[in-house]
Every structure is written in structure tokens, then in C-alpha cells.
């Protein structure tokens, strides 16, 4: 062996390398792969992803296969509504859709009445949910912003029919609201596993 050779198998001999990790196969590495949503199949573990910074919703399958879709979020400020003050922005947080009831506010609540109720970690009953909008094309295209709701998600009629056959077909649905994403794919992947809340 030439020293030449000898002092590069040395160099490639002392690179550290990482340890190889077992595959799961019951737990594969999602993808982020956008499909159409006329292609969109509900399956079991279907999670959502909320971006309160740029209003845009994800449904995935746990293989990475996601839709997208536009949402209405908190507004930006303090306001007063039901008998309390408090600041109406979108809390970033881990959550689990665990109900469904029908409200009879059919301006905000839309003309279904729907509302999925958001548990904070999956336990504490809230006041947040998804649900549609009686003036849709307004809310959603009327002004220069979709920081419109008093806290809650508000969706399409067509996603909401979506997330209800979810939450009815899968009996929950585990949710994440976070503030700008970067890596939609890397979300996935660490999907619940850190948790912040805006700011009281």
C-alpha cells in the first residue's frame, strides 16, 4: 500500500460516523408529498397542522401525503367577546379534537352550526375549535388579513366536511397549531412533541 493510499484510508478511517438506527416499520418516516384533494382518502392517525403565522391548514397521512388548505385565525389584538377580555390570537399548542356539537349561531358558527372542540394536550377542554362561517367569501376574501376570529380555526364548508368525517371516522383527531413553519416536512416528523401558547 502507498503511503499516499495509506494516509487517505487513515483521514476516512477517523470521520466519526453516526450510529445506523433501526427502521419501524410500524412507524415510517413521513414525506411531505401534496396531493390533490379530490385524491384525498381519510385514514386512520390523519393529523393536522394549523400555521397561525400565514393561515394555511395541513391534513396528513402519517406516510407524509398532505392537502393544504386556507384558514381564518385569531385576531391580533385584545378583545372583549362572551363576557371576558382576553387576547384573541390563535394559541400555538398541542391539542386533540375529542367532540363535535352544533351551534345555534349560524353567523359565526356557519350554516351547519358545526363545531370540533379543541382539547389543549389532548385533556383540558377549551374554548377553541374549527368551524365554518355564516359570510364565507368575506371572511376569507374580504380584507387584507385572515387574522378574523375571536381565537378559533375557521374553515371552508368543504374542509370542514372533511374534518368532521375525520374526526366521526377516527373518533379524534390530533392537532398542532404553530406559529410559521419552515420544514413541513420536519413538522411531520416531530409532530407534538414541543408546545408553546401566545402569549396572555
Same mark, same amino acid.
Given at each position: 500500500?502507498?503511503?499516499?493510499?495509506? $494516509?487517505?484510508?487513515?483521514?476516512?478511517?477517523?470521520?466519526?460516523?453516526?450510529?445506523?438506527?433501526?427502521?419501524?416499520?410500524?412507524?415510517?418516516?413521513?414525506?411531505?408529498?401534496?396531493?390533490?384533494?379530490?385524491?384525498?382518502?381519510?385514514?386512520?392517525?390523519?393529523?393536522?397542522?394549523?400555521?397561525?403565522?400565514?393561515?394555511?391548514?395541513?391534513?396528513?397521512?402519517?406516510?407524509?401525503?398532505?392537502?393544504?388548505?386556507?384558514?381564518? $385565525?385569531?385576531?391580533?389584538?385584545?378583545?372583549?367577546?362572551?363576557?371576558?377580555?382576553? %387576547?384573541?390570537?390563535?394559541? %400555538?399548542?398541542?391539542?386533540?379534537?375529542?367532540?363535535?356539537?352544533?351551534?345555534?349561531?349560524?353567523? $359565526?358558527?356557519?350554516?351547519?352550526?358545526?363545531?370540533?372542540?379543541?382539547?389543549?394536550?389532548?385533556?383540558?377542554?377549551?374554548?377553541?375549535?374549527?368551524?365554518?362561517? #355564516?359570510?364565507?367569501?368575506?371572511?376569507? %376574501?374580504?380584507?387584507?388579513?385572515?387574522?378574523?376570529?375571536?381565537?378559533?380555526?375557521?374553515?371552508?364548508?368543504?374542509?370542514?366536511?372533511?374534518?368532521?368525517?375525520?374526526?366521526?371516522? %377516527?373518533?379524534?383527531?390530533?392537532?398542532? $397549531?404553530?406559529?410559521?413553519?419552515?420544514?413541513?416536512?420536519?413538522?411531520?416528523?416531530?409532530? #407534538?412533541?414541543?408546545?408553546?401558547?401566545?402569549?396572555?
Amino acid at each position: 500500500m502507498s503511503t499516499l493510499t495509506a $494516509t487517505l484510508l487513515a483521514l476516512i478511517l477517523s470521520v466519526p460516523t453516526a450510529p445506523l438506527a433501526p427502521v419501524d416499520a410500524e412507524s415510517p418516516v413521513p414525506v411531505a408529498h401534496e396531493i390533490a384533494m379530490e385524491n384525498w382518502e381519510i385514514q386512520q392517525e390523519d393529523k393536522v397542522i394549523v400555521d397561525t403565522k400565514n393561515n394555511l391548514g395541513y391534513i396528513f397521512h402519517a406516510d407524509g401525503t398532505y392537502i393544504n388548505f386556507d384558514v381564518v $385565525t385569531g385576531q391580533q389584538r385584545w378583545v372583549y367577546y362572551i363576557g371576558r377580555s382576553y %387576547n384573541a390570537s390563535t394559541p %400555538n399548542w398541542n391539542w386533540t379534537v375529542k367532540s363535535k356539537h352544533i351551534k345555534g349561531d349560524r353567523l $359565526t358558527f356557519g350554516p351547519s352550526g358545526r363545531f370540533l372542540r379543541l382539547y389543549k394536550d389532548g385533556e383540558d377542554h377549551t374554548a377553541y375549535g374549527f368551524h365554518e362561517y #355564516g359570510q364565507e367569501d368575506e371572511i376569507f %376574501n374580504g380584507m387584507d388579513t385572515r387574522f378574523r376570529s375571536m381565537g378559533c380555526i375557521i374553515v371552508r364548508v368543504p374542509i370542514m366536511d372533511l374534518l368532521v368525517s375525520t374526526f366521526e371516522q %377516527n373518533g379524534s383527531i390530533d392537532v398542532i $397549531t404553530v406559529k410559521g413553519i419552515h420544514d413541513l416536512q420536519k413538522v411531520m416528523m416531530t409532530f #407534538g412533541e414541543d408546545s408553546t401558547v401566545a402569549l396572555y
